[in-house]
């Protein structure tokens, strides 16, 4: 079983920064992509970013250029920098994990949410 705890969401005003964490625990064997998603009150959950096992990143076009993902494979975390923040990037942000587990010698996929951190940017 794989736990995520997110940190580092709160209240911002418009134009700063915030710097959030999601860390995975567990009898995980290996992690392969690890990413970030939002859920702003009455829409859908949306994709923000995405980091592969390779370091490769990807970002949703409204955070490009603001936003950078990254993440310590010794820790077990992933990061999200999240500079120049708008009205609009308030939301509830979520982290997901996907890798390998491994129990009594067994190997299992697994792909994990957080249960959320809440960035608030508002004046």
């Known amino acids: 079983q794989v736990q995520l705890v997110e940190s580092g969401g709160g209240l911002v005003q418009p134009g700063g920064s915030l710097r959030l964490s999601c860390v995975a625990a567990?009898?995980?064997?290996?992690?392969?992509?690890m990413g970030w998603y939002r859920q702003a009150p009455g829409k859908e959950r949306e994709w923000v970013a995405t980091?592969?096992?390779?370091?490769?990143?990807t970002y949703a076009d409204s955070v490009k250029g603001r936003f950078t993902i990254s993440r310590d494979n010794a820790e077990r975390t992933v990061y999200l920098q999240m500079n120049t923040l708008k009205p609009e990037d308030t939301a509830g942000y979520y982290c997901?994990?996907?890798?390998?587990?491994?129990?009594?010698?067994?190997?299992?996929?697994?792909?994990?949410w957080g249960r959320g951190t809440q960035v608030t940017v508002s004046s």
């Open positions: 567990g009898t995980i064997f290996s992690i392969n992509s």
């Open positions: 980091i592969t096992g390779g370091g490769r990143t």
């Open positions: 997901k994990v996907e890798g390998v587990t491994i129990t009594n010698g067994i190997r299992t996929t697994f792909a994990s």
